[in-house]
């Protein structure tokens, strides 16, 4: 008897530590860290996220475990029984509905993206990539932007892909997913930095990454045009003036949340399935230090090509992973059948992410609504997928349609500026406050298993003072930096 529940307990801490590892090892990563880095001033944004994971991002990481596990239901109902629980006021449920929503955002442009990852799968297998240089390789990234018809059925297909493990409601199943997958992917990523290191510029690529430069980071270049706007600095403008900006620091600290999937229930979700006693701060750790790896690894990877082909930007945007890493396959030898190899591992990362973006807001159908799995999930899918499609034509019909109700920025940028920079700093701030000061402290040590342990009151500490202080303070700066 006790042999099997020991067993089970087991288990159980795994596929928590699988599957949230699932959810955290993603797009994020590999292709959205590296292009951050490269737009917004390279060590010095480096510095400033790992200082937001160490300091935010693990602090509030526990948190949402510890809401997940004690709560044990979808996020928003989870919600619901704690402020019962605690006496509190319903508003405190808005964390549970703020991240159905961003859950449905995120995914919106997430399946995009890996649907040009899936498309790329195809484009290295057929050899495209074969010899190509750094303009030919743009040039066929280029052409894919400006397909829709391509673009379509891979972000519909991403979509299905997604629906049907949630549908299917196999969130265990995708732990043996993360268990295969993942060591593949690292192994991938050392081959790549191997590469980097023997053709690319790995020296250039280590000082634009870990050498920070603090200008590049907090001040802009301006200039006010003929017709009496405030401008980004361009060739042709000659009084360009120097101001100080909090937009990359906010940037930084948006995807310390982004990346460890926090601040919307999805980690909350999966901590529902994670035994009472399993140790909350040792597996959160494990999963931070893993997550920061594959991130770091992808960046020198990709820089170290990048700075050995003068063709590609630094801050060449979300094309900065399509536009460097085929250089490689095309040149290595056996490139062409370890390129889609590699793609197909990015896009596996991608889809373990984005079922824990929907699974929130499907539980939260089924639970209350008494909906079958199958119809929550095509509500759900269905309109990140439709809203997909305004993220998709971004790059190409709609890139010049910046409205000022999307304070003018494109669909696809305005969604990831919502998500990342708005609602997960928001719901992570909110979580550490109803943490550290609305629960009982003694339901939280108890929870945490860790009652009058030294590090549980630094914990406590950092959770009750330093988190939430960070992020409310670098959103009031980044919020009149924006107005002014
Ligand atoms: N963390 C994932 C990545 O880095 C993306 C992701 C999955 C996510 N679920 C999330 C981001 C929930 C924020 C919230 O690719």
Redesign the pocket.
């Known amino acids: 008897m006790s042999q099997q529940k020991i067993h089970g307990v087991w288990s159980n801490s795994w596929i928590f530590v699988l599957a949230a590892t699932g959810?955290?090892?993603?797009?994020?990563?590999i292709?959205?860290f590296p292009y951050m880095a490269g737009e917004n001033g390279g060590g010095a944004f480096v510095l400033v996220y790992l200082f937001c994971i160490a300091l935010i991002g693990l602090p509030v990481m526990m948190a949402e475990v510890l809401l997940g596990r004690r709560g044990r239901m979808s996020p928003v109902n989870t919600m619901k029984r704690l402020v019962e629980e605690g006496g509190l006021h319903g508003a405190w449920t808005s964390i549970g509905w703020m991240?159905v929503f961003?859950?449905l955002f995120?995914m919106s442009f997430?399946s995009v993206v890996a649907g040009w990852a899936i498309n790329y799968v195809i484009t290295t297998a057929s050899g495209t990539f074969n010899g190509a240089d750094a303009e030919q390789v743009g040039s066929i990234w280029g052409g894919l932007l400006n397909d829709n018809g391509t673009l379509l059925l891979w972000h519909t297909t991403f979509s299905i892909m997604t629906g049907v493990i949630v549908a299917l409601g196999v969130t265990k199943g995708l732990g043996a997913v993360a268990r295969y997958m993942m060591p593949f992917l690292i192994l991938a990523l050392f081959v790549l930095l191997a590469y980097g290191v023997m053709k690319g510029n790995m020296a250039a690529g280590l000082d634009f990454l870990f050498n920070p430069d603090f200008s590049k980071l907090l001040y802009k270049y301006v200039e006010v045009n003929a017709s009496g706007e405030t401008v980004a600095c361009s060739g042709e403008l000659i009084h360009c003036e120097k101001q100080l900006t909090y937009e990359p620091t906010l940037k930084a600290l948006g995807h310390a949340?982004?990346?460890?999937?926090?601040?919307?229930?999805?980690?909350m979700a999966y901590g529902a399935y994670m035994p009472d006693h399993s140790n909350v701060a040792k597996t959160v750790v494990t999963i931070g230090i893993l997550?920061t790896v594959i991130a770091l690894v992808a960046g020198m990877a990709i820089f170290a090509i990048v700075f050995a082909n003068p063709e590609v930007s630094p801050a060449g945007g979300p094309g900065l992973m399509f536009q460097s890493l085929p250089i490689a396959f095309g040149s290595m030898a056996g490139g062409q059948i370890f390129g889609t190899l590699f793609f197909l591992l990015v896009t596996v990362?991608?889809w373990s992410?984005?079922v824990?973006?929907i699974e929130p807001g499907v539980a939260w159908l089924v639970e209350n609504k008494d909906y079958n799995r199958w119809v929550a999930t095509l509500i759900l899918a269905g309109s990140a997928w439709l809203l997909g499609i305004t993220a998709m034509l971004s790059f190409n019909v709609l890139s010049e349609w910046t409205p000022i109700f999307l304070f003018g920025k494109t669909p696809f940028n305005f969604l990831d500026f919502l998500?990342?920079q708005l609602m997960?700093p928001l719901g992570g701030l909110f979580i550490a406050i109803f943490v550290g000061w609305k629960m009982s402290k003694t339901i939280v040590a108890q929870e945490m298993d860790a009652e009058g342990h030294p590090l549980f009151e630094i914990w406590m500490f950092v959770l009750r003072y330093i988190s939430p202080v960070l992020v409310g303070v670098v959103f009031v700066f980044a919020l009149i930096d924006s107005l002014s």
């Open positions: 959810s955290a090892v993603g797009l994020g990563n292709w959205k991240g961003a859950g995120i997430y949340f982004f990346t460890l999937s926090l601040g919307m229930g999805a980690i997550d990362a991608a992410s984005a824990s973006l998500t990342s997960l």
